[in-house]
């Protein structure tokens, strides 16, 4: 079993920068692919980045290409999102999960574990 632990999350402006964290109990961090998603108020759960065990492998929604980079430490068994250019459509309650495999996904299901998300609010 694997718990998650989301911080960071908090208001700020358009145009604005956060970083989260995401710490995972146990001790084989690596062997799991993890990623962000977020939910916004009336609206579906969506994928937002994924990174391989390894951290040599990204992916990324077409949404925040180019403003947001996923990486990890795996030595801290911790995952980061770096949220730049902030926009009020990125308004949500984002969630760090993990899946059973090194190999990264973007879809939820296919996700074992995940954490009880941090909000983040920009304004305009």
């Known amino acids: 079993q694997v718990q998650l632990v989301e911080s960071g999350g908090g208001l700020v402006q358009a145009g604005g920068s956060l970083r989260l964290s995401c710490t995972a109990s146990?001790?084989?961090?690596?062997?799991?692919?993890m990623g962000w998603f977020r939910q916004a108020p009336g609206k579906e759960r969506e994928f937002v980045a994924t990174i391989s065990g390894s951290g040599t492998t990204t992916y990324y929604a077409d949404s925040v290409k180019g403003r947001f980079t996923i990486s990890r430490d795996n030595a801290k068994n911790t995952v980061y999102l770096q949220m730049n250019s902030l926009k009020p459509d990125d308004t949500a309650v984002y969630y760090c999960?993990?899946?059973?495999?090194?190999?990264?996904?973007?879809?939820?299901?296919?996700?074992?574990?995940w954490g009880q998300g941090t909000q983040v609010t920009v304004s305009s």
């Open positions: 146990g001790r084989t961090f690596n062997t799991y692919a």
């Open positions: 999960a993990a899946r059973n495999n090194r190999l990264p996904k973007s879809r939820a299901d296919e996700y074992d574990y």
